[in-house]
Nanobody, 122 residues
Framework: QVQLVESGGGLVQAGGSLRLSCEAS??????MGWFRRVPGKEREFVAS????????ETADSVKGRFSMSRDHNKNTVYLEMNMLTSDDTAIYYC?????????????????WGQGTQVTVSS
């Protein structure tokens, strides 16, 4: 079972940039994803990539502003956030999900970090 720890959150001004990191306890071949949650709202998908960092999906709300990358050797994935707005204020979580390439089956987001707070001020 993999453990995930997010970091890099903090306070940033609107229009600024921030990079989040998510370090896994071991190097796996899982798909990785980023999600975010605002109090009182449902958890929102942000972006995902394969085990080697190839992009899979990106939410329409962040396309062109956020990008995801991965350093597989360091067991770390990143979320580069640019042109931040107040709507991006949330707790950001990373997740890992096993993917069977033989059967093209994604088992779902089974492992989650504890989250890191991002606050965008105006």
């Amino acid at each position: 079972q993999v453990q995930l720890v997010e970091s890099g959150g903090g306070l940033v001004q609107a229009g600024g940039s921030l990079r989040l990191s998510c370090e896994a306890s071991s190097r796996t071949f899982y798909n990785m994803g980023w999600f975010r949650r605002v109090p009182g709202k449902e958890r929102e998908f942000v972006a995902s990539c394969t085990w080697n960092g190839d992009p899979l999906e990106t939410a329409d709300s962040v396309k062109g502003r956020f990008s995801m990358s991965r350093d597989h050797n360091k067991n770390t994935v990143y979320l580069e956030m640019n042109m931040l707005t107040s709507d991006d204020t949330a707790i950001y979580y990373c997740a890992a999900g096993p993917y069977d390439t033989t059967s093209d089956t994604f088992r779902g987001w089974l492992y989650w970090g504890q989250g890191t707070q991002v606050t965008v001020s105006s």
